[in-house]
């Protein structure tokens, strides 16, 4: 797939709809689970300032720009993405052609309970079959009960909703034991499903304006959101000195 590097972080030129396609045919492999993450400004600019995240952020399989400022970060490299492709619409997406192929889906993170009110919705939405649920908060000895848990439900998709960098580096170092087939990281997106988060207006969606709905939302989030700013003059800065493809 064709792709632009931002900041050293590439990403790929995929539609949701293309996203999709290529996830579900990842379902139809054997061998290691492919991982798919779906970095925002802030997420790059994490890798710009890590090494080893930017190098984990590398070697996932799919990697989708879930944010607006990612697009315009594209633009200026002169190598435009045709449009965002945010992760929690991709899961959707993702769900309702899983529920007509009768894949199933294991969902692991977020607060105890907002997993398997997420799965309920999913289930009656779009009649995916869930796997399991397991929170996210855990010790070592919890942690093995979960692999072992997801090993024995051997789901088709793993989705590890930790936050950012916590599940791509859960996932980087996991996935080679894993009985599944993908394991996506999703951030808050089990809050969304399971009713606890409400998701910014489509009117915030299309403009591109989903971050202040939810720094109005939440405050307490202007720090991380300070990341945006220093993103975009980053990109301008020295945007150019990574090669594109």
């Excluded at 990842?26 to 600019?45: C, F, H, K, Q, W």
């Excluded at 791509?168 to 990281?185: Q, Y």
């Amino acid at each position: 797939m064709d792709n632009v590097n931002i900041l050293g972080v590439t990403i790929h030129h995929v539609t949701i709809p293309e996203a999709v396609d290529c996830i579900m045919g990842y379902l139809e492999e054997n061998g290691t689970a492919r991982a798919v993450y779906t970095p925002n400004s802030e997420i790059i600019m994490m890798g710009y300032r890590d090494e080893e995240l930017r190098k984990i952020l590398n070697r996932a399989d799919l990697r989708t720009a879930d944010g607006i400022g990612v697009v315009y970060a594209s633009r200026i490299l002169k190598k435009p993405l045709r449009a965002r492709a945010a992760g929690f619409d991709i899961a959707c997406t993702l769900f309702e052609k899983m529920g007509k192929k009768g894949k199933t889906v294991y969902l692991f993170g977020s607060k105890p309970g907002i997993a398997e009110r997420a799965g309920e919705e999913i289930n009656r939405r779009w009649g995916v079959t869930v796997a399991g649920c397991a929170d996210g908060y855990f010790d070592a000895e919890k942690e093995a009960a979960i692999i072992a848990d997801i090993n024995e439900k051997r789901p088709d998709v793993l989705l590890v909703c930790l936050g950012a960098p916590k599940q791509e580096k859960w996932i980087d170092a996991h996935r080679e034991m894993l009985n599944t087939h993908v394991c996506m990281g999703l951030g808050g997106s089990l809050d969304v499903l399971a009713g606890n988060v409400k998701r910014a207006p489509l009117f915030f969606q299309k403009t591109g304006l989903e971050w202040f709905y939810r720094l109005c939302k939440e405050p307490k989030r202007i720090g991380r959101m300070m990341d945006l700013p220093r993103f975009a003059w980053t990109v301008l800065r020295k945007g150019k000195q990574y090669p594109q493809g």
